[in-house]
């Protein structure tokens, strides 16, 4: 059966180029989202503060709903300090360092603030100088609370040495210390007596608590430390790391970028598959539909049914096979080209790298073989079953009646996706958003499967209504489309694709961008943004000065952190993780947030507010409490005070401060809003406070980072829009050139009847302008209504946002392709004799 699967693929060449092209392109795309994917789970940040620690005990910085994935905490989660003393009883530890990091920032003698590594937890207790392997230290520990340590560079930066007086910005204060040592060392850090550290971190975390527990061991006997450590910790539900693993704790933040990565995949794989399934699906039905009259053939010299879809398939494997080695490494290379993207992005840490592994090959691999399989035995059914005499009679010409089964199951899914479609409509969310391009896909396998019967008909009608005069080409033209409506049809479909695939994913995502803008926009009452990128956020005593300057009318603090909400839907328990704004009572007078009941006013203790769609889909009202997962993994209880409408530019719940206290990494706020009179006096104002003090960044017109605005899934969908769509349109074009290299008979048989060629290429370029009319056409109408229900929901009228000329730019290429591959075959073929082409296969 190989052998003989091997002599008819050398006969079928452009045929078999098309299955190659379209699983190479699968292969890459499906091996880059696994490495991904894999990624996600298996990928750890670098380990650098941390590295001579053997074994660290944190607390969980992830939560695991039941039957979920696990939801990575963004904040740092904190142990009781008495665990460091249990910690160092146990046999084997030789130090058990109660490492604790707080905003800390020092500055220079022009008052500049000098980088000690990340601001935000740059400063550490003394003791934390145990995870510095063979640090010099020149002068004495700090002993009272005015007393600082400094790494050499930031002491040299700073231009101090043992005994010099140095500011410092620490927790959002601002002291003078006395420098009493300076620590040689690759680790920069601000190191304060153990009392001082305990107290400034308070102000973040509460007291008497410490980010995370570093043990070093003696030599030989890590593995028994590590089994106790893991016995304590399981006790109170604490997490034990060691190798690799050590980065995570380090680093949460990462820990919560990468997060990203299993949704980023898991939103591109199902839009992958169907592509590829259908790419490569359309490349085996030209495929097989070329080596109909071989397979009848073998029918009639006795080959069972069976067999000649094990040949089918078996063919196409080989095909398939091939095409793997190319596409697998491409997919490597592909994973690494989406991971700067994200990094560019800002949604993936630059230090974190990608985990590579056979895994996403062996996945792929299996996949796409099986897919090819499939399709393979699906497009060799038919002739296959029939009985040996008429499949040699049919394997000529192809049915001349389309089933009406598959018509009805197509029209079927149609319909589904109009269904599908209303989405938007009752949900204004990036969820309801998300099956706008999904239902434009569903639309067009529909299309594929009702196709045939609707070009059919649609031939028929044209040729009644051809006049009488027509010339020869045009007739040709309008009777292939009813006599092929199969080859037709497959044409029709794969270019509407392309159009469906253009317009529902790059419109969505214009669309929501529009909207999310128009939320931000009209909800913002602030001229200004105050951030303070050099200190890990807001000096405590900013807010006052801030409005002390005149023409500043208002002034509320935001900050950004995360929530998970556990609810139930259909009687199902949904975990979902939003970015949630954290806000004052002071917040209604920078933001609007479209305040449909309730007020902001009374956002204090334990209150939320929600947005309507959120609260409606939950079941959620006024006075109502809910229990939500904060971004360090406390659960707390909070009361519905507000609901509000802008939820798709400011995210689905904003939290009370007083709730959030103590459940932040840095415990301070992260921007300040501030509203003004809009003269130049409160301008300059803001300008010169922004001088003076150090470390603060004053931008004009910025609303605040809510993190919702749009996910991570549908920026890069943006850019790996156009790789998709070439992998798609290269198929198309694959496929589109294979069906017309295969009508050489037909075309030599036209022109031993007379036909001259510049007919027989008008012939053609009028088949093609039929072709480009239908799929425009179909792809224009199937994008229309989920669009326009889209654009309803969102923007309040039936047609979406989005450039002008992306429609004409989509019909230009479909157009272009249509034609080109169709003409280019079509000229080669005539330069072939008419008797010579006959004789070949």
Known sequence: MLYLALRMARQRIA???AIACATLGGAAFITGIGVLGESGFR???????????????????????????????PERARLPGELVGRLARLPGVTAAIGDVGFPAAVLDRRGAAIPAGDPRTAGHGWSSLGLVDRARVTGAAPASPGEVALDERTAAAAGVTPGSRVPVIAAGRRATYRVSAVVGSSQPGVYFAEPTAARLAGQGGGMGRVDLVALRTVPGSRESVLAAARDLARERGLVVSTGAARGDVEAPGAMAGRSVLPLLASSLAGV???????????????????????LALMRAVGATPKQVRR??????????????????????????QFRQLLVSAGMLPSALPLTFSPLPAVAAALLLIAVVQVAAWCAAFRTSQMPATEAVAESRSEPRHPST?????????????????????????????????????????????????????????????????????????????????????????????????????????????????????????????MTAPGLGGLPDDLPAAVRAIPGVQAAAPVTTTTAIWSYTMLGDVETDSHPALVLTPAAASVLDLGLQNGSLASLTGHTIALDANAARSRKVSIGDTVSLILGDG???????IATYSRGLGFGPVALSRDLTAGHTTTGLDQRMMI????????????????????????EAGNAPDTGDGIPPELWINVAVLAVLLGYLLLGIANKLIASTVQRRHEI??????????????????????????????????????????????????????????????????????????????????????????????
């Open 15 to 17: 045929a078999l180029l």
């Open 43 to 73: 990928s750890h940040a670098p380990v650098s503060r941390l590295a001579q620690a053997d074994v660290v005990v944190s607390a969980p910085q992830t939560y695991r709903p039941k039957g979920d994935l696990p939801i990575a905490l």
């Open 272 to 294: 992958t598959l169907l592509v590829v399934g259908f790419i490569v699906a359309g490349a085996l039905a030209v495929s097989i539909g070329a080596q109909r009259q071989d």
């Open 311 to 336: 040949l089918a398939a078996a063919q196409a494997g080989l095909v398939a096979t091939a095409s793997l080695v190319p596409g697998v490494p491409l997919g490597y290379l592909l994973a690494e």
């Open 405 to 529: 089964r598959r018509a009805f199951a197509g029209f079927l899914l149609i319909v589904a996706a109009a269904v599908l479609s209303t989405g938007p409509l009752l949900t204004r969310s990036q969820a309801g958003a998300a099956v706008t391009a999904l239902a434009g896909i569903l639309a067009t396998v529909g299309l594929a499967l009702a196709g045939p019967v609707l070009v059919s008909r649609i031939g028929q009608g044209l040729a009644r209504r051809l006049p009488a005069g027509v010339s020869a080409p045009a007739w040709l033209a309008v009777a292939n489309s009813r006599g092929y409506a199969l080859r037709v049809a497959a044409a029709v479909t794969t270019l509407a694709m392309a159009v469906v695939f253009t317009l529902t994913y790059g419109l969505t995502q214009t669309t929501v961008l529009k909207a999310t803008s128009a939320d931000v926009d009209a909800g913002t009452r602030a001229q200004f943004t």
């Open 634 to 640: 406390a659960q707390v209880n909070a009361k519905v």
């Open 675 to 698: 509203r003004t009179d809009g003269t130049e006096t409160a301008r300059r104002g803001l300008a010169a406070l922004t001088a003076t003090r150090p470390g603060l960044a004053l």
């Open 748 to 841: 030599a048989a036209l022109q031993l009847i007379g036909a001259t060629p510049r007919q027989i290429r008008s012939m053609m370029r009028r088949e093609a302008t039929l072709i480009c009319v239908l799929a425009l056409g179909a792809g224009l109408l199937l994008s229309a209504v989920p669009l326009a229900l889209l654009a309803v929901a969102f923007l309040d009228r039936p047609w979406p946002a989005g450039p002008i000329w992306l429609a004409p730019a989509v019909a230009a290429v479909v157009t272009g392709i249509a034609y080109l591959t169709m003409e280019i075959p079509t000229r080669r073929a005539l330069r072939v004799p008419p008797a010579q082409a006959l004789t070949r296969p």
